[in-house]
């Protein structure tokens, strides 16, 4: 199959293209760190501190290739993730008990946490969305899901599916001393006095990325975000200056996946809000 698991028939396709995935991805990250076990098993297994842009380029290639590449590469590229969460275990700091990264509950919840912010975080920023195509947006990242080791039945594929879940899984979220570390790495990512200026210069854009997030998110996390409107406009300008970006620059760096795709599949394959429109 030329197109791999999604093409330009799909939303995901046209979405994932979109520069406010940079907010949108950040933001997940954010959400993801409010379940306790999955945000444990992410601050004992990865090296995101020492590496602080490791853990976005690796997502985002993640991201990359299950979306624009073959379906070999996809499936090579789930394939790995697969193994790294078999052969990883942590320790749930409230009880002590063991943490299994491949459980199915901890997978649902990352994979949520992440599909709903791309969505919900492009969409406000300005990618003209209709409810239908968010719905079948949800629908089509069952495909991922299934690739890392989900029931893709067992995930939600509409936007009240994907509400009905987070009010269930609600209960389990809190701001722990975890959520913590990833609430202050996800402000200011870099821990040398060197690059104290760029610390700071990020700061806005992370904090914006953190007031994406639903209120009751923030709720939890227990951190205050920027007035609505802030917010509003903090998206806009972020994507408008995005996009005036030449093609060559934005969908070449830093992965090249869409460029890969469209000399495999042709011109018409380049995602663009008008082809979106289409489906």
């Not at 985002?60 to 290739?65: A, L, N, S, Y």
């Not at 609430?183 to 104290?196: E, T």
């Amino acid at each position: 199959m030329a197109e791999g698991l999604f093409g330009p028939d799909t939303v995901t396709w046209h979405l994932h293209a979109d520069p406010a995935m940079w907010v949108a991805g950040v933001c997940g990250l954010y959400l993801q760190s409010l379940h306790p076990k999955a945000v444990a098993a992410v601050v004992q297994n990865s090296r995101f501190r020492e590496d602080p842009l490791g853990r976005l380029r690796r997502t985002g290639d993640f991201v990359g290739v299950t979306t624009y590449g073959t379906l070999e590469a996809a499936e090579t590229a789930a394939r790995r993730v697969r193994q790294v969460h078999r052969r990883l275990s942590a320790v749930d700091p409230r009880t002590g008990e063991d943490i299994r990264l491949d459980d199915p509950d901890l997978l649902l919840w990352v994979h949520c946490a992440e599909v709903h912010s791309f969505a919900d975080v492009v969409g406000r920023a300005g990618l003209p969305l209709t409810g239908a195509q968010v719905d079948r947006y949800f629908d089509e990242q069952r495909r991922v899901a299934a690739l890392v080791g989900l029931d893709p039945e067992a995930v939600p594929g509409s936007r009240r599916e994907m509400a009905d879940y987070f009010a269930r899984v609600r209960p389990e979220l809190s701001r722990t001393e975890d959520s913590e570390v990833v609430y202050r790495f996800l402000h200011l990512p870099f821990d040398q006095w060197w690059l104290l200026g760029v610390d700071l210069g990020y700061l806005p854009l992370g904090h914006l990325a953190y007031s994406t997030q639903p209120r009751w998110a923030h709720e939890v996390h227990g951190h205050p975000a920027y007035p609505r409107l802030v917010t509003a406009a903090g998206l806009f300008s972020f994507r408008t200056a995005a996009l005036a970006l030449p093609p060559a620059v934005r969908w070449r760096y830093p992965t090249g996946h869409v460029y890969r795709a469209v000399e495999r599949l042709g011109a018409g394959a380049f995602p663009s809000p008008a082809a979106l429109a289409r489906l």
